[in-house]
């Protein structure tokens, strides 16, 4: 069974640019879930969809993040414009149903490395 | 304002001793506890948890504690490999599906 993949899997951009990071999620996997590290700190909670809704997104820094997850499948996040503060790895992570289902377990994706400079 | 707190940012291990990493908390509204492993260029991956009315969840090598009145945790892996050198997160869940990851304690297993 295929895992999480995300693309890409660096991205190096200037400040006022564009970014998409795309999320594939276990094929079957209702909830998909976007964090971020920014250098040396924890893993911090962006959002959190189930199939194409957000359940949650008390995590998004501001309005310069968009995430979508059209028809329930993969899901993107898009980041306009990019600010020095943005750069860090954005991790995706899927679950086949709540959490607090059978399983409380979350399969991450390798990330994406963003830099914005 | 930090939820879960890992104080240490490193541990050194001998190979077949035992590795204790330790957690603290602050809400007392988190029910549910996880250590998740990570490697470089990697990906978190779920190692053990314990739900908050249990004190102890052990699976092989991995034992987890829970001292709810302490709001602390730790992750016993006993005997350490070489092959358990990486980052550890200590994590939470109050009743819904977000996770409250602390910043990580490396762990690095000595020959």
């Known amino acids: 069974e295929a895992g999480v993949t995300q693309f890409p899997s660096h991205s190096v951009i200037e400040k006022g640019q564009t970014v998409t990071l795309r999320c594939d999620p276990i094929?079957?996997?209702?909830?998909l879930y976007w964090y971020r590290r920014v250098m040396g700190k924890e893993i911090k909670f962006l959002l959190h969809?189930?199939?194409?809704?957000?359940?949650?997104e008390s995590g998004m820094p501001n309005n310069r993040f968009l995430a979508e997850r059209t028809g329930g499948t993969y899901s993107t996040l898009k980041v306009q414009p990019a600010e020095l503060e943005d750069s860090g790895v954005y991790f995706c992570?899927?679950?086949?149903?709540?959490?607090?289902?059978?399983?409380?377990?979350?399969?991450f994706g390798p990330g994406t490395r963003l830099t914005v400079t | 304002d930090q939820q879960v707190k890992q104080n240490s940012p490193s541990l050194s291990v001998q190979e077949g001793r035992i590795s204790i990493l330790n957690c603290d908390y602050t809400?007392?509204?988190?029910?549910?506890f996880l250590w998740y492993k990570k490697y470089p260029a990697e990906g978190p991956t779920f190692l053990i948890s314990?739900?908050?009315?249990?004190d102890k969840n052990e699976d092989g090598r991995f034992t987890v504690f829970l001292n709810k009145s302490a709001k602390h945790l730790s992750l016993h892996i006993v005997p350490s490999q070489p092959g358990d050198s990486a980052v550890y997160f200590c994590?939470?869940?109050?009743?819904?599906?977000?996770?409250?990851f602390g910043k990580g304690t490396r762990l690095h297993i000595l020959p």
């Open positions: 992570a899927s679950s086949p149903k709540g959490m607090r289902g059978l399983s409380y377990e979350q399969y």
């Open positions: 094929s079957g996997h209702d909830n």
């Open positions: 969809f189930v199939k194409e809704s957000k359940q949650d």
């Open positions: 809400n007392s509204m988190f029910d549910y």
């Open positions: 314990i739900s908050s009315i249990k």
């Open positions: 994590a939470a869940s109050a009743r819904d599906d977000k996770i409250i």
